[in-house]
């Protein structure tokens, strides 16, 4: 099953003209909730035709400030009204010092973050009442690291018992930046805790820098890597095709979600796993 996030630049299309049909759709919550008017009634209208699927943008699970349990109940309401079918966020913090830095910026990778972490992943998952998703994300520089990216992951992991929303692209971008083995790296994360994939497009700056926009089309190594990933995971899950910018005619979209499909459905079937 392949989806795709909801954009207002192509919601009245999608609605009207069936151009795509995706599985499922995504938003993030913290640009629907509290809506009114005409976008309320769009959105509602896309509920109704599609499960839905959230991923935050502000919760800041990394943050060393408390956690804003006000907007936690927010969004606790908004997916008991939808009824979203998940909620994943960004293994990473966009809030400091109260304020707000309207970005997702890495976590250090320590021992003490990944204990704070998984403390913080579980009190959010206690006030959701539900399991949480959270992502890989793609950084640019770690900050004084004592141990891996791998390591860091897998220990948050191994504390607290969330979801792992695999964003290939990312696995890629990071790969890139701080060569590494992109294939290596999803060898050694626990697959049976994916939830939930991500693919996009990102943006090739120099010979040594790719930087995660969503605003390109997905490159070939990258559907490999998410053929790869569906092959170790050995299990259909949710795919979500992430396009935030510079959005192409949705005919094109449509391509690379077709293209998803299949990837996924030989890669199973090879493994002699019938999707649904
Ligand atoms: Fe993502």
């Known amino acids: 099953m392949v989806g795709i996030g909801f954009r ?4 009245e299309e999608m609605l009207q003209n069936n ?3 995706p599985a499922f759709i995504e938003v993030a919550p913290e640009n629907w909730i509290g809506i009114g008017g005409f976008w309320k009634k769009q959105f509602r209208k896309a509920i109704e035709q599609y499960p839905l699927y959230t991923h935050g943008l502000s919760l800041s699970i990394g943050s060393p400030d408390s956690l804003d349990f006000e907007f936690l109940k ?3 309401n908004f997916l008991a009204e939808t009824n979203a079918q998940l909620y994943s966020e960004h293994l990473s ?7 707000h830095l309207y970005d997702l910026l890495p976590i250090p990778f320590t021992h003490d973050a990944v204990r704070h972490v998984a403390e913080r992943i579980r ?3 206690e006030v959701l009442e539900r399991k949480i998703s959270i992502e890989i994300v793609s950084y640019y520089s770690p900050v004084n690291p ?9 220990g948050i992991l191994a504390e607290v018992n969330c979801d792992l929303l ?11 930046n701080h060569n590494y083995d992109a294939k290596q790296f999803i060898e050694l994360l626990p697959m049976d805790r994916v939830s939930y994939i991500h693919m996009a497009g990102h943006y090739q700056v120099s010979e040594d820098l790719v930087i995660d926009t969503h605003g390109e089309a997905i490159i070939d190594p990258v559907f490999d890597l998410f053929d790869f990933s569906m092959r170790r995971l050995k299990r259909d899950v949710p795919v979500l095709l992430e396009r935030d910018f510079n959005i192409p005619e949705l005919d094109e979209l449509d391509k690379e ?6 990837i996924k459905t030989a890669a199973l079937k090879s493994l002699n796993y019938v999707t649904a």
Request: proline share 0%; glycine share 0%; aromatic share 10%.
């Open 166 to 176: 695999l964003d290939v692209n990312n696995v890629y971008v990071n790969a890139f």
């Open 146 to 154: 004592e141990m891996t990216e791998i390591e860091f992951i897998n």
């Open 93 to 99: 913090y966009s809030k400091c010092d109260n304020a």
């Open 19 to 21: 151009v795509i049909k």
């Open 8 to 11: 207002k630049d192509f919601a």
């Open 74 to 76: 927010k969004v606790k």
């Open 123 to 125: 009190t959010v998952q």
């Open 257 to 262: 979600m077709t293209r998803l499909n299949a």
